[in-house]
């Protein structure tokens, strides 16, 4: 769409919705899907059937029935023209299937690990890290090293400083990475506070340990909730007789 003197209004909180913002309402929003408000958004560009020029844009969603976000038209257009087409058409235009997102919550990064470290250990025995040796600190301050530091002292000896490599991530997003949602390159792109040092091997072991996925399988809570009540109801009551579930 071309930049018009429209699209430099002003809102009622006194922000400026500038050319960029149209830009990544159209593209990169659709793109990165970041948020649960963005996947389930559809922008779609107006074209005027008879010149097949871009005359505006249009933003909806359909999570419990058509929502109109944004309807906005370049200069000598009517809304009255564009409105019921572009709502007829965005009706006729509802998806199949809804984009819906899941949330993975992990209460403990190490515990997790642990679990799946016979995987991370076959991945980089198959890469080309295999046979060096590492080891993963998960803190918030560098509690570790502080002590490290205070007994070489006490002992009176020299502090030998192993190779380290670190990465910092903004909170809860380094779970994105681990059930590989995203990939390091994709995390330090999305996230102005991830950030990793040391070199490239701590981004390339990374990639090894954690690369992203193109298909999850999703267990949530609630699968494990019906199966407890299910077994529940399907257990002997007092008088010995098995009480029946309908499970349709």
């Known amino acids: 769409m071309s930049t018009r003197e429209k699209r430099q209004m002003r809102a009622g909180l006194g922000l400026e919705y500038f050319d960029g913002y149209w830009r990544?309402?159209?593209?990169?929003?659709?793109?990165?899907?970041?948020?649960?408000r963005d996947i389930r958004r559809i922008t779609r560009i107006i074209v005027d059937a008879k010149t097949g020029k871009d005359c505006g844009l249009v933003m909806v969603d359909y999570v419990k029935r058509l929502a109109l976000h944004i309807?906005?038209?370049?200069?000598?257009?009517?809304?009255?023209?564009?409105?019921y087409p572009v709502l007829r058409q965005s009706v006729n235009l509802k998806p199949k299937t809804q984009p819906w997102r899941f949330c993975t919550r992990i209460p403990s990064y190490t515990n997790f690990i642990l679990a799946v470290r016979s995987e991370l250990e076959g991945r980089v025995v198959n890469s080309c890290l295999?046979?060096?040796?590492?080891?993963?600190?998960?803190?918030?301050?560098?509690i570790t090293t502080r002590e490290r530091i205070a007994k070489a002292k006490t002992e009176?000896?020299?502090?030998?400083?192993?190779?380290v490599y670190s990465a910092e991530f903004a909170p809860l997003s380094f779970t994105r990475?681990?059930?590989?949602?995203?990939?390091?390159?994709?995390?330090?792109h999305f996230y102005g506070e991830c950030?990793?040092?040391?070199?490239?091997?701590?981004?390339?072991?990374?990639?090894i340990l954690?690369?992203?996925?193109?298909?999850?399988?999703?267990?949530?809570?609630?699968w494990s909730f019906i199966t407890v009540?299910?077994?529940?109801?399907?257990?002997?009551?007092?008088?010995?007789?098995?009480?029946?579930?309908?499970?349709s």
């Open 24 to 36: 990544y309402t159209i593209h990169d929003a659709i793109q990165t899907q970041q948020t649960k």
């Open 71 to 83: 309807l906005t038209l370049e200069d000598g257009y009517h809304y009255r023209d564009a409105l």
């Open 130 to 142: 295999a046979g060096m040796t590492w080891q993963l600190n998960f803190f918030r301050k560098m």
């Open 156 to 163: 009176g000896r020299p502090d030998k400083k192993p190779l």
């Open 177 to 188: 990475l681990l059930v590989g949602d995203l990939s390091i390159e994709e995390m330090l």
């Open 195 to 207: 950030s990793v040092s040391g070199g490239d091997e701590a981004r390339l072991m990374l990639d």
């Open 210 to 222: 954690f690369p992203k996925q193109l298909r999850h399988l999703v267990d949530t809570f609630w």
């Open 229 to 247: 009540a299910a077994i529940i109801m399907l257990s002997k009551n007092g008088n010995g007789k098995t009480n029946k579930c309908d499970c």
